[in-house]
């Protein structure tokens, strides 16, 4: 029975939400991890299941200690040099060293699991909503992206999170949350451009599922010669068969205001060299992602 699946689903993250302030913080995860696993087990398709995982997850990420269980602490700018005493002999090497460090730092991957687990579980869940087509995953994607826009909210707010290194590290810990923006950029509601029947921004359908060229447009606003962003036809590259599911604005606002706030605060050298590191078709992305920001924050 949902009803009552849903209420013990609430009671067992309070209860673990309690032990994390009571016992070791290792075993919890491991109770945390069983759970979660035996979830996924069941049809994992099944929207009614992923929301549950989330709101088990929505609970423990709102732990007073969430940002220390999370490791958030550990090292975010590019490590040194391994062997300085011969770093000059090694420079190129040491400098792809880095640049693939820095790259990672933008990945779900194991790795980032392992060393933030909460967080890693949480945004392993975002995805697998944002990708699922199972029926009522609506509901399910606005609960993933608000859990999410809802931390971030509540860090911003936190008086210990306020100078500028804690911030700097906070955000480093939501990197790979780029990355699923990015790859979310199909699935976003379009504020620039309007159907004039329905009000709403174009169909799924005319979404590109691989990065656009940049608009003209917008080429002209960067260069300074006109500051007037008039929406025109996005080029698209190839065409997929996946018909993608349309964010409400309400969605899409949220997860363009976690995306500015992670670019606002993370340092910035971080940023300047992943994106040397990206090859053009992802900077286009990013470019195109920008614009989406200006269209949905810009002062009508």
């Known amino acids: 029975e949902a009803e009552h699946a849903e209420k013990m689903n609430i009671s067992l993250a309070f209860f673990l939400y309690d032990l994390l302030s009571l016992m070791d913080r290792g075993f919890v995860f491991n109770l945390i991890k069983h759970y979660c696993n035996q979830l996924s087990s069941k049809l994992n398709s099944l929207s009614t299941l992923i929301s549950m995982r989330l709101e088990f997850l929505r609970i423990l990420c709102s732990h007073e200690h969430y940002l220390n269980l999370n ?3 550990m090292g975010s700018s590019a490590p040194a040099s391994p062997s300085p005493s011969i770093s000059s002999e090694n420079s190129s ?13 933008f990945d779900l991957s194991p790795e980032f699991r392992q060393k933030h687990f909460l967080t890693g579980l949480l945004f392993t869940e ?3 909503a944002l990708d699922s087509e199972a029926e009522g995953i609506i509901k399910v994607q606005r609960k993933a992206i608000n859990a999410v826009h809802n931390l971030l909210s509540s860090h911003d707010l936190d008086p210990r999170c306020q100078k500028t290194e804690i911030k700097n590290k906070i955000a480093a810990l939501y990197l790979p949350l780029v990355s699923t923006i990015l790859d979310a950029i199909p699935h976003l509601h379009d504020f620039s451009v309007l159907d004039t029947k329905t009000g709403k921004s174009r169909s799924s359908e005319e979404e590109p599922d691989t990065p656009s060229l940049i ?16 929406p025109s036809p996005i080029l698209i590259s190839s065409i997929s068969q996946k018909v993608y ?3 409400s604005p309400e969605c899409t606002r949220n997860l363009l205001t976690c995306f500015l706030w992670i670019m606002k605060n993370v340092e910035q050298n971080v940023i300047q060299k992943w994106l040397a590191y990206l090859p053009t078709m992802q900077l286009n992305r990013i470019l195109d992602l920008l614009y989406m920001c200006v269209s949905c924050f810009e002062y009508k």
């Open 71 to 73: 490791l958030f602490f």
């Open 93 to 105: 090497s040491c400098s792809s060293f880095q640049d693939n460090r820095i790259a990672s730092m």
């Open 126 to 128: 975002l995805d697998a």
């Open 215 to 230: 608009n003209p447009n917008v080429a002209m606003a960067v260069a300074g010669n006109q500051f007037d962003l008039k």
């Open 245 to 247: 599911t349309t964010l």
